[in-house]
């Protein structure tokens, strides 16, 4: 088998920091209330296993700069460029779970002791698993220990993948300040919160069509607003906006209605970022100039590992650092440079990858998955190439979608 150090350019080292360890052996099972991307798994450990042998980093290209990390708090590279604030991006908390409400626990400990502290921190939905008063009350206990501000938006777990008026008037009871969509602005940004459930694939359009419009039409005014104001507009919601790529298909997540408006609205106003998380995964994607960003989860459901994200934001761009908080998932931590990354320079990474560094890149976003594995030896290289060049563009599959009870309409 081809070492995988053949295929990168930049190892990672494996990040200094300590005292990140969750001590407590995790009762992980799959779980598909959510059906989030891994709904299918049937069969899961019970605990994570330690990977053996410990997964390599990423595939790397000197384009999208991947970067050794050398420690939690090292300073940003001296690239000329001034740091004009920071922010964590943290998802998928999935509140419910002993193992879950420690890992949340660690990633709050980790962020209140970054220095300088960030500006803010969101987190994209799933912030419990079922959204139950005792949830709830821990989920907001472990969130209110937090020294920065944060910003939350609900995610399928919380308001469910068809918010209905009372699910949203129960979800604006217990977070009142967060009824979305609505702004905040730090430095040059604005960030814009959503609901992104009330665009997605599986709404009945009966039962929140309006609501869906209502926020929409204030969505849109205030990114109008921000960018009069001259602000880099971000927005922030749970689902991402492209179909998911899951075992060699693709499954609709938003309405293509929806979609295609959403994304006009990207190049329409000069967009320059979603940030989002339910998937699970760690993954990247460029459209025209606009990043679509999601964040690997907290929760370690699904098996995954939990991990946080640092924003550095220049006057350029953005840069990251994706922290694993596990000692034995450290290797995994690294740092991503998107400054001058659109979409020309992401397609001519994938178009650079063989099939090797696909199936390696993949694995890599399993957020390490140690039985991600299971899935590769079905991946269709093409269609993944595809998918990790403009998802956006894509079909998803009548099966996958008639089995999710999908409302979605075909492209012509
Ligand atoms: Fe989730
Ligand atoms: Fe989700």
Same mark, same amino acid.
């Given at each position: 088998m081809r070492d995988f150090s053949d295929v990168i350019r930049e190892p990672l080292v494996i990040i200094g920091a300590s005292a990140l360890v969750l001590t407590s052996a995790l009762g992980l099972f799959f779980e598909s209330f959510g059906a989030d991307e891994t709904a299918e798994a049937t069969v899961a450990p019970e605990a994570i296993p330690l990977p053996d042998p410990a997964p390599e980093p990423p595939t790397s290209s000197d384009a999208l700069q991947f970067k050794p990390l050398a420690?939690? &708090?090292? *300073?940003? *590279?001296?690239? $000329? =460029? %001034? &740091?004009?604030l920071t922010f964590v991006h943290l998802s998928d908390t999935h509140v419910g779970r002993e193992g879950d409400h420690k890992a949340f626990e660690v990633a709050v400990e980790v962020i209140n002791g970054m220095a300088p502290q960030p500006e803010f921190v969101i987190i994209t939905g799933d912030l419990t698993d079922s959204f139950t008063p005792s949830q709830i009350r821990i989920f907001k206990d472990i969130n209110g220990r937090l020294r920065a501000p944060v910003h939350l938006v609900p995610g399928n777990h919380d308001v469910m993948f068809d918010p209905t008026a009372d699910r949203i008037q129960w979800w604006e009871r217990e /977070? *009142? %300040? /967060? =009824? &979305?969509p609505y702004r905040v602005d730090y430095g040059p940004l604005a960030l814009i919160g959503v609901d992104s459930q009330l665009w997605n694939a599986r709404r009945s359009p009966q039962s929140s069509g309006q609501i869906a419009r209502e926020q929409w039409g204030e969505m849109e005014k205030m990114i109008i607003e921000a960018r009069k104001d001259g602000q880099r507009v971000m927005i922030f919601n749970h689902i991402p906006v492209m179909p998911t790529f899951y075992r060699s298909r693709i499954s609709k997540s938003w309405e293509t209605g929806w979609m295609e408006k959403y994304l006009a609205l990207f190049e329409k106003h000069g967009i320059e970022a979603e940030l989002s998380g339910h998937v699970h995964r760690d993954e990247l994607y460029t459209r025209g100039k606009a990043l679509f960003l999601n964040a690997p989860p907290i929760s370690e459901k699904y098996t995954r590992q939990a991990s946080l994200r640092l924003f550095r934001v220049t006057a350029q761009g953005l840069m990251y650092r994706q922290f694993y908080l596990r000692e034995h998932g450290r290797h995994l931590s690294y740092q991503m440079d998107?400054? $001058?990354?659109d979409q020309e320079v992401h397609g001519r990474w994938i178009e650079g990858m063989d099939k090797l560094d696909l199936a390696e890149l993949w694995k890599f976003r399993h957020a390490g998955d140690p039985d991600s594995s299971r899935w590769f030896p079905h991946i269709d290289h093409d269609q993944l190439r595809a998918y990790l060049k403009s998802p956006f563009d894509l079909q998803p599959t009548a099966r996958m979608n008639s089995r999710l009870k999908m409302n979605y309409t075909e492209r012509p």
């Open positions: 420690n939690l &708090t090292s *300073p940003w *590279p001296d690239d $000329g =460029r %001034e &740091t004009l /977070f *009142p %300040e /967060f =009824r &979305t998107l400054h $001058g990354v």
